[in-house]
């Protein structure tokens, strides 16, 4: 199949299971990843097919939290900080505890415990808030007390996925953890020096909508890339 007819084929399914789903007055996000599933069902028979696809997810994932960036005010996290950091960490621990305890009795070795315990304890961010996001309630206490319980949870399953890491590698975790949070600290400082010059550069490109449209897409694919360019995850 060509490749224009294999992503129109997606784009397709996509429309309906998700048209599909709004009509049950289900989340539009459900129909989609049953619309996956189908894709995947029509590109089994093919490799050319699923490279195709698996080259086109990413974009998909970086565009999604994009989207969930716009929907997201750090400042107002502030007000819900404490209960946050509280509830996330306490349910991370426990969790964790439990898992691992049970998994080692399952007869798995302590690395292997770890890792398959560290799955359990998170949650996905982008399901759920793009579910808070559709029903408007992002910005409500309990959506902000929950985007802060989930922040924290990326926030641990990074140090943790570093060191794990680091470990099976061989390597210096600590040398891995550090560098990596350096990384990351360069990119939101470069971000946060470029965001200053946004409103007067965005009153610009904001009156061409379709520069306005092109900009938003190439902005989130760009830091994207650069992201990974420094050894970080889209």
């Excluded at 539009?28 to 049953?34: A, D, K, N, S």
């Excluded at 699923?50 to 502030?78: K, Q, S, T, Y």
């Excluded at 998994?103 to 808070?132: E, Q, R």
């Excluded at 408007?136 to 949870?153: A, H, M, P």
């Amino acid at each position: 199949m060509p490749l224009f007819s294999e992503i129109a084929l997606a784009l397709v399914l996509a429309v309906v299971f998700g048209f599909i789903a709004h009509s049950l007055r289900q989340p539009p996000i459900i129909g989609f990843i049953l619309a996956g599933v189908a894709v995947g069902l029509f590109a089994s028979s093919g490799s050319a097919a699923v490279e195709v696809i698996e080259g086109l997810a990413p974009i998909g994932v970086a565009l999604l939290l994009f989207l969930v960036g716009l929907e997201m005010n750090i400042a107002d996290l502030r007000h819900v900080g404490w209960p946050s950091l509280i509830t996330g960490i306490g349910q991370i621990a426990f969790t964790f505890g439990v898992g691992y305890f049970l998994v080692v009795a399952l007869g798995f070795s302590a690395l292997a415990a770890a890792y398959i315990s560290i799955a359990l304890t998170f949650s996905s961010t982008i399901i759920v808030v793009t579910l808070l996001s559709e029903k408007k309630e992002l910005n409500s206490l309990y959506g902000r007390i929950v985007v802060g319980f989930l922040l924290i949870q990326d926030f641990v399953a990074i140090l943790a996925l570093i060191i794990l890491a680091g470990l099976r590698s061989g390597g210096d975790p600590l040398f891995s953890l550090l560098t990596t949070l350096f990384k990351g600290g360069v990119l939101v400082g470069l971000i946060l020096a470029l965001a200053r010059f946004f409103p007067r550069f965005l009153d610009r490109v904001g009156r061409s909508p379709e520069m306005l449209y092109l900009f938003s897409i190439a902005w989130a694919l760009g830091i994207a890339t650069l992201t990974e360019l420094m050894g970080l995850s889209v």
